[in-house]
């Protein structure tokens, strides 16, 4: 049996694509540097460019002109979610290759316990308030539970990528402090997807303690695997491409890494995106400016298209209903209080300051891409309607703008202690390594 060919896109599908790109890109990059200009992390801007280019504004005022400029079909449209899916999974990968695993070994008690208060108190609130909303998918006990489970995983996110940028915007990714709210932030969106990969399974198959037991089975085969085996296969392809001069090699093979590792957890029934990260903390490359331009092209190209896109399935034309305003007032507020007020007192717990305390629970309260990430899930199962995206993706954008102007005003409280200023030092290249480290 010969494998029958399949046609390329037609001229009128990749018309349509290429517009529709550039629409959104074009939008995304210029409303993401103004957002930049006024102190807002780019993903804010990024975001609102798929608001006021859908039905929010543009679809609303002046319906033929969002008709000529963007996708009316569902086949059209999920041209563009590939494109941005393949953005997003290069967004969390690298995100992965931020983190210091060995400060991570040395901080685990203080991450750990953040990372907990940081999650449940915001999962039980959004389950509790989830519980008392009335479910989008139906009327069922049982649709019920599921849509207050995913409103408190929605509830529970940390948004890795954009606390990762936003910390580096700002010159504080190598900070204790920011270390600490990227290792907390792991543990937390590590659970999150699992959590979710659950959920989507439960909305799909149903549940049971047959299918929890092969979820929790495949999670445990996949850690093991990344541990052992895809340790040294992932180390020893990531030193050999190291040997080039160039840049090209390492890039190709980081970006194959982080889709196979998006790939098995898929394959798995986890979320793509939870492979994507543990693949990208295997990632270690000795010159990390060969990343570099991969950095580029994911953050300024791939990932505001998947932000804009994104957007685009929010209309805030339905605020005006004072219900469903007031809905979204009382998730907006138990997600900023739940993560915030759980981040500081596990930070509390841990021994650490008031202030530092309080810029781990401004870092960790950043939703940003995972938000929107579990608001789309949802929205694809029928558990959330439009209206319930729309709040959810309203979390993500108020939450992202509240991270960078309260980091800046607790970080400048928390003091510099002598060794973390002479790690800072070494990684700016301005003070050589103890020779106990130099010789290692």
């Known amino acids: 049996m010969t494998l029958e060919v399949i046609p390329p896109l037609a001229p009128e599908t990749l018309l349509v694509f290429l517009i529709a790109v550039t629409v959104l890109l074009l939008t995304a990059r210029v409303l ?14 990024e975001l609102l460019a798929g608001v006021l ?6 679809g609303h005022l002046f319906p033929q002109a969002a008709r000529l400029l963007l996708p009316t079909e569902a086949g059209d449209m999920h041209l563009i979610d590939a494109v941005g899916q393949f953005g997003v999974l290069l967004l969390v990968g690298i995100t992965g290759t931020h983190l210091d695993l060995g400060m991570l070994r040395s901080k685990r008690r203080t991450a750990v316990v953040v990372s907990l208060c ?15 909303m009335t479910a989008p998918a139906g009327d069922g006990t049982a649709d019920r539970v599921l849509f207050a489970l995913f409103l408190a995983v929605a509830m529970g996110v940390t948004a890795l990528p954009v606390i990762a940028k936003t910390l580096t915007d700002m010159g504080l990714l190598h900070r204790t402090v920011g270390q600490l709210i990227l290792m907390a932030g792991t543990v937390d969106d590590a659970v999150c997807w699992f959590l979710l990969s659950l959920l989507v399974a439960a909305a799909t198959v149903g549940v049971s303690a047959g299918s929890v037991a092969v979820s929790v089975a495949a999670l445990v085969g ?3 695997f990344v541990s052992t085996v895809g340790r040294v296969l992932v180390r020893a392809v990531m030193r050999r491409v190291a040997r080039s001069d160039e840049a090209g090699p390492t890039v190709a093979a980081t970006v194959v890494v982080v889709l196979i590792g998006a790939g098995l957890t898929h394959g798995l029934g986890m979320e793509a995106a939870l492979g994507a990260f543990v ?3 295997l990632i270690r490359v000795p010159d990390p400016a060969k990343l570099a331009p991969l950095r580029t092209v994911v953050l300024t190209v791939l990932a505001p298209i998947f932000l804009a896109s994104a957007g685009l399935r929010m ?3 339905a605020l005006r209903d004072p219900g469903l305003a007031l809905t979204a007032a009382a998730v907006v507020t138990v997600a900023i209080a739940g993560k915030f007020a759980g981040a500081y007192l596990g930070a509390r717990l841990s021994g650490l300051t008031s202030w530092e305390g309080l810029a781990v629970g401004a870092g960790m309260n950043a939703r940003g891409v995972v938000e929107v990430i579990v608001a789309m899930v949802g929205l694809r199962l029928g558990v959330f309607d439009v209206d319930m995206y729309t709040i959810v ?11 960078p102007p309260m980091l800046r005003m607790t970080l400048r409280r928390v003091r510099v202690e002598p060794e973390e200023r002479r790690r800072l030092l070494r990684i700016e290249g301005r003070e050589p390594a103890p020779a106990s ?4």
């Open 32 to 45: 993401g540097r103004l957002a930049a200009r006024v102190g807002m992390p780019a993903i804010v801007g």
């Open 53 to 58: 280019l859908g039905p929010s504004l543009l």
């Open 118 to 132: 940081g999650l449940l108190l915001p999962l039980l609130g959004g389950a509790g308030l989830g519980l008392l």
């Open 222 to 224: 996949f850690v093991i």
């Open 279 to 281: 693949a990208g903390l």
């Open 315 to 317: 209309d805030l034309t």
């Open 393 to 403: 993706i309203l979390v993500a954008i108020v939450t992202s703008v509240m991270a």
């Open 437 to 440: 480290q130099a010789s290692r």
